[in-house]
């Protein structure tokens, strides 16, 4: 049985002002639950911040939006994998679709990344996902394949399963329009039959793979409770307190 995991990708908003006053909210909210894991991912700039403001809770977990896959140097702007962890944080979002699409991040970068990750004792939350025109091309699998060994070349079973996936069709990132349950469902077992075929059934069987993608309170519980939907990476209704509170509710209730 995997546990399912939902975070919160707060992308480039939120001050340290601006997270005290979400954090006195959403606290309190999931302060007794406990059958899911939780995970907070602000922008660097707040990571410290809410880093001690989560010094004495057990069910919150920190992660970081990106870093780099060098352990220091000339590398202006760039965070490493010891920087993130120094501030107690546990995971790291990489190969969003806004990092690959805006920024020119490649499976290739991904893959160096995903690996320093779990060499520094990061947990991976690796995005893969087609655009618009690879589905209406008929390109999912195709693309999703190509990504999957792109990003994970060369991991053994023990880093796979340390790894979390998401699944984000870019065409419903930020748009409002969802992937029907059964769109996300076929995408996540074929993900799984993919990570088979790279290691073994079992360990793909232990793999988390979270849907992310215009994910609301409103669409959580059917989205949440397909049989290889593990959980949620949550965008725009993360920044509010209540609203993510409610999705992590909705599915700790399933
Ligand atoms: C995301 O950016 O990972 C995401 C899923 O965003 P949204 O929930 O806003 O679609």
Same mark, same amino acid.
């Given at each position: 049985?995997?546990?399912?995991?939902?975070?919160?990708?707060?992308?480039?908003?939120?001050?340290?002002?601006?997270?005290?006053?979400?954090?006195?909210? /959403?606290?309190?909210?999931? $302060?007794?639950?406990?059958?899911?894991?939780?995970?907070?991912?602000?922008? /660097?700039?707040?990571?410290?911040?809410?880093?001690?403001?989560?010094?004495?809770?057990?069910?919150?977990?920190?992660?970081?939006?990106?870093?780099?896959?060098?352990?220091?140097?000339?590398?202006? =702007?760039?965070?490493?994998?010891?920087?993130?962890?120094?501030?107690?944080?546990?995971?790291?979002?990489?190969?969003?679709?806004?990092?690959?699409?805006?920024?020119?991040?490649?499976?290739?970068?991904?893959?160096?990344?995903?690996?320093?990750?779990?060499?520094?004792?990061?947990?991976?939350?690796?995005?893969? =996902?087609?655009?618009?025109?690879?589905?209406?091309?008929?390109?999912?699998?195709?693309?999703?394949?190509?990504?999957?060994?792109?990003?994970?070349?060369?991991?053994?079973?023990?880093?796979?399963?340390?790894?979390?996936?998401?699944?984000?069709?870019?065409?419903?990132?930020?748009?409002?329009?969802?992937?029907?349950?059964?769109?996300?469902?076929?995408?996540? $077992?074929?993900?799984?039959?993919?990570?088979?075929?790279?290691?073994?059934?079992?360990?793909?069987?232990?793999?988390?793979?979270?849907?992310?993608?215009?994910?609301?309170?409103?669409?959580?519980?059917?989205?949440?409770?397909?049989?290889?939907?593990?959980?949620?990476?949550?965008? =725009?209704?993360?920044?509010?307190?209540?609203?993510?509170?409610?999705?992590?509710?909705?599915? $700790?209730?399933?």
């Amino acid at each position: 049985m995997r546990r399912k995991i939902i975070a919160a990708n707060w992308k480039m908003n939120m001050t340290q002002n601006e997270s005290d006053s979400y954090l006195d909210t /959403f606290l309190r909210e999931v $302060a007794e639950e406990k059958r899911v894991d939780i995970v907070l991912v602000p922008p /660097f700039t707040a990571l410290s911040h809410v880093s001690q403001r989560l010094n004495n809770v057990q069910n919150v977990k920190l992660g970081a939006q990106n870093m780099h896959w060098e352990k220091g140097g000339a590398f202006t =702007g760039e965070i490493s994998a010891a920087m993130i962890r120094e501030l107690f944080a546990r995971y790291v979002i990489l190969g969003h679709s806004e990092r690959r699409t805006l920024f020119g991040e490649t499976d290739e970068t991904v893959n160096r990344k995903t690996k320093v990750a779990h060499e520094g004792s990061l947990k991976p939350i690796v995005c893969i =996902g087609e655009t618009l025109t690879e589905r209406d091309a008929n390109q999912v699998e195709q693309v999703l394949e190509k990504q999957l060994r792109g990003s994970l070349a060369g991991l053994d079973a023990k880093a796979l399963t340390e790894t979390v996936l998401a699944y984000e069709p870019v065409w419903a990132i930020g748009t409002g329009r969802t992937a029907t349950p059964e769109q996300a469902q076929a995408a996540h $077992a074929f993900i799984r039959k993919v990570l088979a075929e790279m290691s073994d059934a079992a360990t793909a069987d232990k793999v988390r793979i979270q849907y992310g993608g215009s994910v609301k309170p409103g669409n959580t519980a059917e989205l949440m409770s397909q049989p290889d939907i593990d959980g949620a990476l949550v965008g =725009g209704a993360s920044l509010v307190a209540r609203d993510f509170a409610e999705i992590i509710k909705l599915t $700790a209730a399933l």
